[in-house]
């Protein structure tokens, strides 16, 4: 069933990986990429894109960013909610290490405000040992999943801060493609408990980059 899946799945991802990655080398330090040749935007219904660094498809889903593309993303910070301090099931199990594209944190960094295009990843990690040589504690186990909120006024003029967010799974396989998950499911919290629709509060990183935000 999900053989088929797999088969095309590793065929595209070297091909976007290898195309996000010269993207990734050219923007570092320059802010025109004209030369990286075409961004791997997709047109939906005659709707462009706010942001390169995310493919949809033509239905107007997400498609899973390739884990080369944003593992090397700017890594801002990382919750943890471990199950057994949550009934033994957190709702976003357990580490969530949190990645933002290169040119949202760029802007971030001089302003304080998130650009139209704006990506961050989630990727969701299970607690391992609970012991090392260091002391007792939680350490990272096995990638259980994924999760993104994009900003883009464009695709999502209707939308509450004009972020849509998307979940691949809370584990593996993790779907190849998703669907916008509904604003109460996610921007009305996100919205009350958040600034500016970000936790930035739990990123140290952002609060360094731009100190004058919170
Ligand atoms: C009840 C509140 C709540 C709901 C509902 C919620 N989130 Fe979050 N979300 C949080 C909190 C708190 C954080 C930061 C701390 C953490 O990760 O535990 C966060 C962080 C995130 C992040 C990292 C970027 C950021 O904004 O800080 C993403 C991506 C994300 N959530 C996606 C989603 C998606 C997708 C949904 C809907 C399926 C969702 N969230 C629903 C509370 C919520």
Redo the contacts with the bound molecule.
Sequence with gaps: MSSKHTVSATRVIPIAAAMFTTVVGLTTGITSCATAGSPPVAATGGVVSASKWLEYTPEGKVKRPPFNLFRKWVYIGT?L?PNDLNDGKAN?PEF?N?YMDPDGFAHYEKTGQYRDGTV???ELVSVGDREASSGNGYFMGDFLGL???VKDAKRYPNDPGNWG???FGHSYPLKEQSSK?KVE??N???EK??VS???SQ??PILRAAHPAKK
């Design positions: 919750p909610t976003f969530h949190v961050i990843v989630k999760e993104i909120s967010f998307y979940s998950n499911d996610c009305t919290c996100h408990n958040a629709f970000v936790f739990y990123y």
